[in-house]
């Protein structure tokens, strides 16, 4: 499974129905084209997949897709957008640690396989 993949699952599994996985593009034909894009374009600004993931549930990722279906974009031109738009990655992973609660951080790594190492 690719990345897009693992990360559109993820946002689908732990989104509280407000933002990009909740979205009427993501029950389209559109969607896997929506995820991939997402993922790339916000891999390419330095996100984290969890942060991608949290940040699909943002009032962002909301707006985003609304302009995303208003406009029916191409692949291309959704990055384009995407990037214009996206927080900073530094911007996106302070405010997801501090106001993002450690159960829903911690359920994105499950469901995107990651493993905590605990050292002692």
Known sequence: MELWQ?????GSKVSGGF?????EIMFTDDAPTVARVWTETLTDLGYSPVDIVL??????????ADEMWDMHRGAETMREYIAD???SAEKVCNLNAEQVSPEAVDNVKIILG????VTS
């Open 114 to 117: 990651y493993v905590n190492e």
């Open 6 to 10: 693992q990360i559109w699952r993820a």
């Open 85 to 87: 738009r996206a927080a």
């Open 19 to 23: 933002g990009l996985w909740s979205h």
């Open 55 to 64: 940040y699909g549930d943002w009032r962002d990722g909301r707006h985003m």
